[in-house]
Antibody
Framework: EVQLVQSGAEVKKPGESLKISCKGS????????IAWVRQMPGKGLEWMGI????????TYSPSFQGQVTISADKSISTAYLQWSSLKASDTAMYYC??????????????WGQGTLVTVSS | EIVLTQSPGTLSLSPGDRATLSCRAS???????LAWYQQKPGQAPRLLIY???SRATGIPDRFSGSGSGTDFTLTISRLEPEDFAVYYC?????????FGPGTKVDIK
C-alpha cells in the first residue's frame, strides 16, 4: 500500500526556521517525483515545487522560488520542505504528493495527510 | 502561467441529482493534461480524474470527466451523500502547475 506520512503540526514564531518531512512507503521512493502543495486557511491549492528523490533534481514554482527549500534523503525514503525564516503568511496546511508520471508536469495520485504550520508571535 | 477558472463557485443540489462542474483554462492545456480532485473538510484531496477523462483507481463510475483545449467538465451522474465536497481542477501540461479555485457542492 502506497503511503506518504508527514510529520506533525508545528507552531513557530516569525523568523524561526522549520523543516517538515514526508516519508514514503509501499513503493520505490527513488523512482517517483514528490511535490509539495500549500493550502492556506480556507483557500485553494498551490503547487510549490517538486523533487526527484533518485537524484534530487528539483524544480520550484516561480511563486515559491527562494522562499522554501525542497530536499530528499533517498536512504530513508523521506522528502523535506524547509524555511529559513518563517513569516505569518506561511501559516497553512502543507501536503506532500506523489507524481506517477516521469516528468515534473504531472498530476498527483497519492497525498500525505498534511502538516499544519502555524506562524504566530 | 495557465489560469484555471471554475464555475459555479457553489453548486447546491440534492442527493440523486446530476452535478456538472466546469473548469476553463486561460490557454490550451496540452495533451488534455487536466486532473480533478475531491476534498472533504479536514481531509487531504483525493484524485478523481486524470488525462481529462480517465478515472483514478477506485473511483466510482458516476464520476466522469470530459473536455479538451480550454474547456473541461466533471460530471457526477447521481450525487451520493458522500459526494458533497469541494472539487478542484489542475492542469499539468505546462509548468508551473496550477489549480482552479474550486467548486463547492453542497446540499440543497
Amino acid at each position: 500500500e502506497v503511503q506518504l506520512v508527514q510529520s506533525g503540526a508545528e507552531v513557530k514564531k516569525p523568523g524561526e526556521s522549520l523543516k517538515i518531512s514526508c516519508k514514503g512507503s509501499g513503493y520505490s521512493f527513488t523512482n517517483y517525483w514528490i511535490a509539495w502543495v500549500r493550502q492556506m486557511p480556507g483557500k485553494g491549492l498551490e503547487w510549490m515545487g517538486i523533487i526527484y528523490p533518485g537524484d534530487s533534481d528539483t524544480t520550484y514554482s516561480p511563486s515559491f522560488q527562494g522562499q522554501v527549500t525542497i530536499s530528499a534523503d533517498k536512504s530513508i525514503s523521506t522528502a523535506y520542505l524547509q524555511w529559513s525564516s518563517l513569516k505569518a503568511s506561511d501559516t497553512a496546511m502543507y501536503y506532500c504528493v506523489r507524481c506517477p508520471m516521469t516528468t515534473v508536469t504531472c498530476y498527483f495520485d497519492f497525498w500525505g495527510q498534511g502538516t499544519l504550520v502555524t506562524v504566530s508571535s | 502561467e495557465i489560469v484555471l477558472t471554475q464555475s459555479p463557485g457553489t453548486l447546491s443540489l440534492s442527493p440523486g441529482d446530476r452535478a456538472t462542474l466546469s473548469c476553463r483554462a486561460s490557454q490550451s492545456v496540452s495533451s488534455s493534461y487536466l486532473a480533478w480532485y475531491q476534498q472533504k473538510p479536514g481531509q487531504a484531496p483525493r484524485l478523481l480524474i486524470y488525462g481529462a477523462s480517465s478515472r483514478a483507481t477506485g473511483i466510482p463510475d458516476r464520476f466522469s470527466g470530459s473536455g479538451s483545449g480550454t474547456d473541461f467538465t466533471l460530471t457526477i451522474s447521481r450525487l451520493e451523500p458522500e459526494d458533497f465536497a469541494v472539487y478542484y481542477c489542475q492542469q499539468y501540461g505546462t509548468s508551473p502547475l496550477t489549480f482552479g479555485p474550486g467548486t463547492k457542492v453542497d446540499i440543497k
